[in-house]
């Protein structure tokens, strides 16, 4: 598990020690930075995936698009260099990049592994220096394998297209392969902390059980079309009805698809991070996706995601209060803008009652803030 990230002059850190745990919840105003610590990860990720011997970070892939040095490195003390630590249950890992400002892609200039320091490093192998038994380190792995989803989902298709198996390995930033990845791994075992009793412990069939909790008689038929590289996506509401096409049923159901086929597909120790689950949630459904992601995390998947929603953080906090995770297994953090008056990040505590231990300035305030307008308590 990764247990905490490290950024210096990176976008709009000087410098910031963020812990992890098996689920963290990143909250905050708009342009704060949340989003700035799962990009930091997934530019790890994206150059690790698509180039594997690169001794070079890439900015801009299939995953995400960054632009150029000039848009990463922190705006008021940076120059053309920052530098990504990385703690895990093994060791930490550390790496300066440097490039000029026009360019989009950075050198890496030092690796630090357990604190030893390999300064402009000749060979790289998942921008690590080359181990000589060929084995791949653990948090290489980790990081390589890694599910990012973001905010701007896919909507409702009239078919998707079908992959191979070594392409579309996980979701996908817009959840494009996550009706193909569900078709490719159909009869797939998944995490037996996740099934759900009385059916059958398949991705299909447990993706489905758990598209009811949100969306009670939901049903799913996935069929590759014949002769094409495609797969249709028919969906049901209601057992007494026919499938329909997915434009018929709403955004919410194809928006919570892809975080639900990503979870159920992931093995112990994988890591997932989510932009927005909440986008296209009436707030119960908000509610039961923050239980979701806190079963997810107790089947040993970390979980890290960025949300507007007090609804998402309460099912987190219901899920404490259940003992499905300990206190210490969730970390929260609230992000403030660069110069506000009080700290950039302030992290508050969950007790095992599910009980949160301060509510800093616009921490998921805003409905008493209204409430007490209009009762006539404030302005």
Not at 6 to 24: M, N, S, V, Y
Not at 30 to 56: C, D, F, Y
Request: charged share 20%; proline share 5%.
């Amino acid at each position: 598990m990764i247990t905490q990230v490290d950024l210096q002059q990176f976008k709009c850190f000087e410098l910031l020690k963020l812990p992890l745990a098996d689920l963290t919840l990143l909250s905050g105003s708009n342009a704060s930075g949340k989003s700035t610590i799962l990009q930091a990860l997934v530019l790890l990720h994206q150059t690790m995936r698509e180039h594997e011997w690169s001794t070079r970070l890439v900015l801009n892939g299939d995953v995400i698009k960054l632009g150029t040095v000039a848009d990463v490195v922190d705006k008021v003390h940076g120059r053309r260099s920052f530098e990504i630590a990385i703690t895990s249950d093994e060791q930490t890992h550390r790496w300066v990049f440097s490039g000029e400002r026009s360019e989009m892609s950075l050198a890496v200039d030092s690796v630090e592994v357990a604190g030893v320091r390999n300064d402009v490093p000749a060979k790289l192998q998942y921008l690590l220096p080359n181990p000589d038994n060929g084995v791949v380190p653990a948090l290489a792995q980790r990081l390589r394998n890694l599910t990012y989803i973001t905010a701007e989902r896919i909507g409702p298709r009239e078919f998707y297209a079908l992959e191979d198996r070594q392409v579309a390995t996980v979701v996908g930033p817009e959840g494009e392969h996550a009706v193909s990845l569900l078709h490719l791994g159909r009869d797939e075992q998944v995490l037996e902390e996740l099934v759900i009793a009385g059916v059958p412990p398949t991705r299909l069939r447990q993706v489905e059980a758990i598209m009811q909790v949100f969306f009670p008689g939901c049903g799913l038929a996935v069929e590759q079309v014949p002769r094409v590289n495609a797969v249709t996506l028919g969906i049901r509401t209601s057992e007494d009805t026919d499938y329909h096409r997915p434009i018929h049923v709403g955004f919410g159901l194809t928006q919570v698809l892809p975080i639900v086929v990503a979870a159920l597909s992931a093995n112990k120790g994988d890591l997932l991070l989510i932009e927005n689950p909440e986008v296209h949630l009436h707030p119960a459904g908000q509610a039961r996706m923050g239980q979701f992601l806190a079963d997810v995390a107790y089947a040993g998947v970390q979980v890290v995601v960025e949300t507007h929603s007090d609804h998402i953080l309460n099912g987190i906090r219901r899920a404490v209060k259940s003992q499905r995770l300990c206190p210490d297994q969730v970390a929260l953090h609230f992000f403030k803008p660069r110069f506000a008056k009080e700290a950039q990040v302030i992290s508050p505590q969950l007790d095992k009652s599910g009980n949160v231990d301060v509510w800093p300035e616009g921490f998921f305030d805003q409905f008493d803030k209204d409430m007490n307008h209009f009762a006539g308590w404030g302005e």
